[in-house]
């Protein structure tokens, strides 16, 4: 694999956080603009933002490669918006177990995410003298049987 990237845009030195790392398979060939929209939306929502975005594909050597989503042929939309997508905040050991979900057949999309509307919980927690303790992700819960 070869995660290193250099960044295309630099992130003004800001408070960053609570962040999630979400990450989404697709055969590979169904990675295309509908994927795009949805990190759109979210983008444009204000309420989480988008810190890093990069796919990871299996490579003609056998490996694995960082692919950004401007260098996507199935994901149209502005070269420059879907660089800044990619900063290279994801940590390389995440990278790392990103990878080992990919195959010939599977691309991978990481999506750094920041909460935004947490950190306006947390401003006004504080204001009342407290703290946010713990932040759990439950990923895949079923839904109720009725």
Do not use: K, Y
């Not at 939306?41 to 933002?49: D, S």
């Not at 989503?69 to 994901?75: F, Q």
């Not at 991978?108 to 935004?116: G, N, Q, T």
């Amino acid at each position: 694999m070869n995660p290193a990237r250099t960044p295309r845009r630099t992130l003004r030195r800001m408070a960053l956080g609570p962040l999630e790392l979400m990450v989404l398979s697709f055969p590979a060939e169904d990675l295309n603009d509908g994927v795009r929209a949805t990190l759109d939306r979210l983008a444009r929502a204000g309420q989480m933002r988008i810190v890093d975005a990069l796919v990871v594909r299996s490579d003609p050597a056998g490996g694995t490669c960082a692919v950004e989503l401007s260098d996507l042929p199935g994901i149209r939309g502005d070269p420059t918006a879907l660089a800044a997508l990619s900063t290279g905040l994801i940590p390389e050991a995440d990278l790392h177990d990103v990878a080992l979900l990919t195959d010939d057949a599977t691309d991978v999309l990481a999506v750094l995410l920041e909460h935004r509307w947490i950190g306006d919980l947390a401003g006004r927690v504080a204001a009342a003298r407290g703290q946010i303790v713990a932040l759990t992700h439950i990923s895949g819960a079923p839904s109720p049987a009725f």
